[in-house]
């Protein structure tokens, strides 16, 4: 069964964030997809997870659109469908939940700005739809400097 996990952002950033998320689903065995709204996010997600991933300082990841997307554990796009194979996709931008997409996977992860009036309201759309949709949704916030589980649905 699918699950969402919606993760408020009021301490670290988006990349910190995703960073980390990629670290626990390869650790899991999954296979990764990273949909970032645009190129431009695609790209800085890109270098930053060049310099945030593990002791080593790398996680393994490619861009959408190369001739080895498909061996790629956990793979950016910029917009654009799911490919096959991928049991956790991370959404950079709450508003592209789609429920029936998110029920394909074992786990979406939607990451979004605490401090941003839209993407809280954009995030509040998603958790009904995907609700709606009885998809299982849980709540994590950092606020006391830790994730913590804050409700489920």
């Known amino acids: 069964m699918a699950e969402a996990f919606f993760y408020h952002l009021t301490r670290s950033r988006p990349e910190a964030a995703i960073a980390m998320l990629i670290e626990k689903s390869l650790a899991r065995g999954w296979r990764v997809a990273v949909r970032a709204p645009d190129g ?9 997870l060049w310099l945030q991933g593990g002791d080593d300082g790398f996680l393994p990841h490619g861009r959408a659109g190369g001739p080895h997307d498909a061996d790629q554990p956990a793979l950016i796009l910029a917009g654009g469908a799911l490919p096959e194979g991928r ?14 997409e998110v029920a394909g996977v074992a786990r979406a992860c939607l990451v979004f700005d605490g401090a941003d009036p839209a993407a809280l309201e ?16 849980q709540y994590w916030t950092e606020t006391s400097g ?7 649905g």
């Open 146 to 152: 830790r994730w913590e589980r804050q409700g489920a």
């Open 40 to 48: 431009a996010v695609a790209e800085a997600l890109d270098r930053a």
């Open 122 to 137: 954009a995030a509040r759309g998603a958790w009904r739809r995907l609700r709606a949709a009885g998809i299982e949704t």
């Open 87 to 100: 049991a956790c996709l991370i959404l950079a931008e709450v508003a592209g939940a789609d429920p029936a």
